[in-house]
Structure formats: structure tokens, C-alpha cells
């Protein structure tokens, strides 16, 4: 089997707040939130607990929603203001689709592929979301079920619009790539876990390039899940409301975007010149194995470094945690990440405390993050992990405990509240997802 | 309804279909043909038809759809037959 070295050579995506790429490379280093109040959650405020979110309106993209009829809310299709994309592929995406194709458009301009390169069939798309189409199914199945129309009624497009893979769909009809068009879907992971398939994809000598990432498209339709099962962030001003690590965190922020990255083998991208901006070090992935669905695994993401490290040199000098804000998960994963590390010589960022959870996004995104944090030579600042716990959590209170016993509050070193400037030459990214899916991802600086 | 009249209703229509070249709605006879002068992509026939049903407040019969032909005054017709079976 070959084992072939891949190299990150183009990024983009949307972004909650920010009108491109670079305005989320500033605000994020400037210390901003990206999370605001979501009028349209506020317009249900009697039926919903959570109004704030890192959102995105299709405005805000330059994108502009056509109404099946008028009054009938139902987005029939998009127009691009901007003349991204053509209006035969605008037909066949849901918003988050369209974020999908100007995030793979960025990341080919970025790489410099050529049309010949793109259209390849050593080219590859892997891209998945969390949710499935649910702004589309619900209007269809609504005029469907309880309107007892026609099945024509919300047009011809529910099928290509909803379907779990339509991200890859969307963008490969796109990119008019001949290689492998697939999507990964595993919860919170599947940013991460879309482009770690596609790096071993392109190691493994499968493919030579391939276009990855994750996205959730703006819906409240997937908020208000989250929102029944009480485990969104509740009584805070939006800029406060993601507070990993902190004693007063209760939720995380549901929020949406998409992160997208061209990878491609790197002897490939070396000899045309490419800028690379990151390595792939190693990816890793396991299960917890424990039967719980939601309840996150000291033992499963103790196994997941090991993992990940077996057949790599694994010393980060910033771990991008999953940090969600959620009460149990943020502490149990910081001392994870401190029984396998030790308790100095890197730090722990955790990036949703800017713009909330993404959700199928989230990894994805964050990898972005962390190859900005490579870039700029700085950590991203933990907003909002105001005061740690002096106290041990529940947890480590129990019976059968095998993890660190000293409080959060002894690990505040780690977790910086500003932006830090420090030398950074690999950084360790991590995702988890409901059914105890855990995703490793190591980075570093082509030097 | 007068036949002019509904084909400026269904031009209405046809212009909020994204992927028609509005350049094309210009000349619109009873004769136009959606596949072959219009250019109109056949999987958005189906998106037409429902985007019709809408404007004019009709329902078309499965069968009426399923043998529609690909020229306005196939759709006029169509119009006019639902409009009077629900009379």
C-alpha cells in the first residue's frame, strides 16, 4: 500500500458574520464573536428555549431566495447576485450546497488546479453535512402531508436538494471532477471525518487530489432539535453565550457554516509551486464502544491519541478541542488531552467559543481555524472561559475514575482568554459526534 | 380566462424560472416549444407545472401531466381544461 504524503493547498467556506474568508481570518484574531441574535428563532420565541446562533442569511452571500409562490416561504431556488454559479447547478442546491460550491470554487483558486487538474479523474470530492435537506423536505412534506397537495407541489428539485450527499453532488456537477464523489456522515465529525477520508484517499494513492470539508446550512429546522433535547446555551448576551471551559457554561450555540479544502499529494503540489499552507500529519477515528449515544468517553478519546499517534511524531503545540461548551463534555476532553500531553509546552484552543457549534460544519471549519492559527503564528483566545472550576467535576468523583484529579481550574495555563503569539508548528484538531464517533486530525507547517 | 391572458401569466411565471434565458421570453407564441426554443432544461418541466398550478389556483390531472407536450399551447390548454373541470 503506498503511503503518500498530503498537502493542504486551498481553503474557503462560509462563515457566520463575515462576508469571506479573510474577515473570518480578522475578526476570529481580533477576539470577536461571531454569534448574534437570530431573528428568526426570536420570531418563535414562545415555542423555542435558545434564540442566538452563529447564522448565516442568504443575503449575507450575496444570495438571494425565489419563492415557489408568493407568501408560501418555500425557497424554490436561489439567485446569485454575484454570478458565482451557474443557474442549472443553483437549481439542484440548498443553501447550504451553494456554500459548498463557492467554498470548492476558493479552494481550486487558491490550489491553482488547472481545468485539466479539476476535471481529472485522480480528482475526488468528499463533502457531507450533519442534517439532511430539512428547509426543502419540510416544505414538500408540509404541502404533501398537511396541505394535501400534489406531490409535484414543491417542484422537482426535493430529491436533489435534500438528499444526505447533495453537498458532494452539488459540488462534483460543479467541478465536473471524474474521480470520487462521496460523503462522509458521522454527526459533529463529519467535517473532520469527510476530510480525513479524502487524505487517505489521496495516501493511500486512491486519488491524487481531492476537494473535502463539512457544512450545515442555516435551519431552524435542525436548531429546534437541539433545542428540545435542552442542550443549548440559555441566559447569555450572544457574544457570551459560548463558554467552553467556564464554571457557568449550560449549552452549547447551535450555528451553521461550511469550511471546504483542496488537498492533494504533496510531491504533486511541491513541484508546480503550490502554496501549501498545512501537512496532513495523520488522521485518526474510532468508537467509544460504551453503548452511549451522547455521553462523551475519557477511555474512548484516551484511545483516539493513542491511535492517532502510533504511526506518527504527535507533539502539538495547540490542540484544537471540540469544546462545545456542554457541562460535562469540555472538562472530560481537557483531561484527555492533559493525561495524554502532560500538563505544559502547548495550549488548548477552542474556536466555538467565537461562532458556536456548526454541527456538520464544525470540523471542518475548525480545521480552517487551526490552519489560519499555523499561518498567523497565533492561538485563537477562548472567549468567554471567564472562571474555571476550583471544584472536581462529577466525574471524577466516580467509582472507577482513571483520569487526571485535579480540578479545571489547575489547568488554566492552557487555555488562553487573548490571542496568543507563539512559534506553532503542529497543531492536533478534534471532533466528536452523537454515537460516540471520535475524530483526530494532525497539522503542521510545511517547513 | 382569455388564452392571451393566461400566457402572460405563465410568462410571469417563466421568468422566475431561474434557468430560462429571459431573453428567450420575449417572442413567446402559442407555438414556442420549452425544450427546443426556449432551452428549458426537462427536469425543470415538472417545477413549471406545479409553479402553474400556484399562479393560476388550478390542479392538473396526473394523466394530463404525465402526457403534456413541450409547447405553450399545450400548457394553455391544460389550463383552460382544469379551469373548466372545476367550474
Given at each position: 500500500m503506498s503511503n503518500r504524503k498530503v498537502a493542504i493547498v486551498g481553503m474557503g467556506g462560509a462563515f457566520p458574520d463575515c462576508a469571506d474568508i479573510n474577515e473570518f481570518n480578522d475578526k476570529l484574531f481580533?477576539?470577536?464573536s461571531l454569534i448574534r441574535e437570530w431573528p428568526l428563532a426570536v420570531a418563535y420565541n414562545k415555542q423555542i428555549r435558545s434564540t442566538v446562533s452563529g447564522f448565516i442569511e442568504a443575503e449575507e452571500m450575496g444570495l438571494e431566495p425565489i419563492y415557489m409562490a408568493p407568501g408560501n416561504g418555500f425557497p424554490e431556488t436561489y439567485v446569485d447576485n454575484l454570478n458565482r454559479?451557474?443557474?442549472?447547478?443553483?437549481?439542484?442546491?440548498?443553501?447550504g450546497c451553494i456554500w459548498a460550491m463557492l467554498g470548492a470554487q476558493d479552494s481550486i483558486k487558491q490550489a491553482g488546479w488547472t481545468k485539466d487538474e479539476t476535471e481529472s479523474e485522480q480528482t475526488g470530492v468528499v463533502i457531507g453535512s450533519g442534517g439532511g435537506g430539512n428547509v426543502i423536505a419540510r416544505?414538500?412534506?408540509?404541502?404533501?402531508?398537511?396541505?394535501?397537495?400534489?406531490?409535484?407541489?414543491?417542484?422537482?428539485?426535493?430529491?436533489?436538494?435534500a438528499m444526505a450527499y447533495r453537498e458532494a453532488a452539488n459540488v462534483s456537477c460543479l467541478i465536473k471532477n471524474k474521480g470520487v464523489c462521496e460523503s462522509i456522515i458521522s454527526a459533529c465529525a463529519t467535517g473532520l471525518g469527510n476530510i480525513g477520508y479524502a487524505y487517505r484517499l489521496i495516501r493511500f494513492g486512491l486519488q491524487d487530489r481531492a476537494i473535502a470539508g463539512g457544512v450545515e446550512g442555516t435551519s431552524l429546522e435542525s436548531f429546534i432539535g437541539f433545542d428540545a433535547m435542552q442542550v443549548l446555551s440559555k441566559g447569555f448576551a450572544p457574544a457570551e453565550s459560548?463558554?467552553?471551559?467556564?464554571?457557568?457554561?449550560?449549552?452549547?450555540?447551535?450555528?451553521?457554516?461550511?469550511?471546504?479544502?483542496a488537498l492533494e499529494e504533496y510531491e504533486m503540489a511541491k513541484a508546480r509551486g503550490a502554496k501549501i499552507y498545512a501537512v496532513i500529519d495523520e488522521y485518526f477515528n474510532n468508537s467509544d464502544g460504551d453503548g452511549n449515544m451522547f455521553y462523551p468517553s475519557y477511555d474512548g478519546q484516551r484511545r483516539l491519541w493513542k491511535g492517532l499517534s502510533a504511526n506518527a511524531h504527535i507533539k502539538p503545540d495547540v490542540v484544537k478541542v471540540h469544546g462545545t461548551a456542554t457541562p460535562v463534555g469540555d472538562i472530560l476532553e481537557l483531561i484527555s488531552v492533559v493525561d495524554t500531553l502532560g500538563e505544559n509546552g502547548y495550549h488548548v484552543s477552542a474556536p466555538k467559543s467565537q461562532f458556536g457549534h456548526m454541527l456538520g460544519g464544525a470540523g471542518s471549519v475548525e480545521l480552517i481555524t487551526a490552519i489560519m492559527m499555523l499561518e498567523n503564528q497565533q492561538v485563537l483566545p477562548c472567549l468567554n472561559s471567564d472562571t474555571l472550576n476550583p471544584e472536581l467535576e462529577n466525574f471524577q468523583k466516580a467509582d472507577g475514575w482513571k483520569g487526571s484529579t485535579k480540578p479545571a481550574e489547575a489547568y488554566r495555563h492552557l487555555i488562553p482568554q487573548q490571542t496568543l503569539s507563539k512559534e506553532i508548528n503542529q497543531i492536533v484538531c478534534l471532533n466528536y459526534g452523537f454515537g460516540g464517533t471520535n475524530s483526530a486530525m494532525a497539522i503542521s507547517r510545511d517547513i | 380566462m382569455e388564452r392571451q391572458e393566461i400566457i402572460d401569466g405563465l410568462i410571469e411565471v417563466l421568468r422566475t424560472v431561474r434557468t430560462i434565458d429571459p431573453e428567450r421570453l420575449n417572442n413567446v407564441t402559442e407555438e414556442t416549444d420549452f425544450l427546443t426554443d426556449m432551452n428549458t432544461p426537462s427536469t425543470e418541466l415538472i417545477n413549471i407545472a406545479a409553479k402553474v398550478e400556484q399562479k393560476f389556483d388550478v390542479e392538473f390531472e396526473d394523466d394530463d401531466i404525465d402526457n403534456l407536450g413541450s409547447k405553450v399551447k399545450d400548457i394553455v390548454d391544460l389550463i383552460i381544461r382544469a379551469k373548466e373541470r372545476e367550474a
Open positions: 481580533a477576539g470577536k454559479i451557474p443557474a442549472i447547478n443553483l437549481a439542484t442546491a440548498d443553501l416544505h414538500a412534506w408540509h404541502a404533501f402531508f398537511e396541505l394535501g397537495k400534489k406531490s409535484r407541489y414543491a417542484g422537482g428539485h426535493t430529491v436533489d436538494r459560548s463558554r467552553p471551559f467556564d464554571i457557568r457554561r449550560n449549552g452549547f450555540v447551535s450555528s451553521f457554516g461550511a469550511g471546504i479544502v | -
